[in-house]
């Protein structure tokens, strides 16, 4: 079992449309959790963290926690065709694991 | 804040040679720097954790002398890849914290390393 699994892509949404990044990870000790975003070529950059169990919303984003079910999530609102890139869930102990990630393409 | 600068953004090697690789973070200490490397179309691996004054961390099945990791000063570790074969081509991203575990990591902007 990895220790990061996020949901297969690729996904594809139309513009102004709600996607939705799911993520499930193994490790129970797991303290905190993170959204990151890269473009193709360029280190990821944070979008969300997440430290205890409900949502958080941050602009059009919000992210899920579900600590019992070991799922993080993330939603994503009124996307728009600059939002098209791989999403990667991260999951820390102390040091951060990544899943192998989403490709979300947001059509015009 | 919390800026990760990493130098050189790409480089072309013959193979047999070998590369650095620099990772500062600017504006904060960090007693511990991480190591990735990214393969095409693949999610980011860990390498190793560099830590300030001590001997880095490998992860499971990464060769420790082919990859140098040295930590001299909390805004600073280097990666060296030695010997380095076409295989070794990927994007390498550093990456730190300003706080302790829980905060997120901020990433330099990556290094592609190409291996002729």
């Known amino acids: 079992q990895k220790e990061v699994e996020q949901n297969s892509g690729p996904l594809s949404v139309p513009e102004g449309a709600i996607a939705s990044l799911n993520c499930t990870y193994s490790?129970?000790?797991?303290?905190?959790f993170f959204w990151y975003r890269q473009y193709s070529g360029k280190s990821p950059e944070l979008i969300m963290s997440?430290?205890?169990?409900g949502d958080k919303e941050d602009g059009r984003f919000t992210a899920q926690l579900n600590k019992a079910s070991q799922y993080v999530s993330l939603l994503i609102r009124d996307s728009q065709p600059s939002d098209s890139a791989t999403y990667l869930c991260a999951v820390s102990r102390g040091d951060m694991r990544f899943g192998a990630g989403t490709r979300l393409t947001v059509k015009p | 804040g919390a800026v990760v600068s990493q130098h050189p953004s790409w480089v072309i090697c013959k193979s047999g040679t070998s590369v650095k690789i620099e990772c500062r973070s600017l504006?904060?200490?960090?007693?511990?720097m991480f190591w990735y490397r990214q393969f095409p179309k693949q999610s980011l691996m860990l390498m190793a954790t560099?830590?300030?004054?001590?001997?880095?961390?490998?992860e499971q099945g990464v060769e420790k002398d082919k990859f140098l990791i040295n930590h001299a000063s909390l805004t600073l570790s280097t990666l060296t890849v030695t010997s380095a074969h076409p295989e070794d081509s990927s994007f390498y991203i550093c990456?730190?914290?300003?706080?302790?575990?829980?905060?997120?990591?901020?990433f330099g902007n990556g290094t592609r390393l190409t291996v002729t």
């Open positions: 997440i430290y205890s169990n």
């Open positions: 990456s730190a914290r300003p706080g302790k575990g829980a905060s997120p990591l901020h």
């Open positions: 490790d129970r000790g797991s303290q905190s």
């Open positions: 504006d904060f200490q960090a007693t511990t």
């Open positions: 560099s830590n300030e004054g001590s001997k880095a961390t490998y």
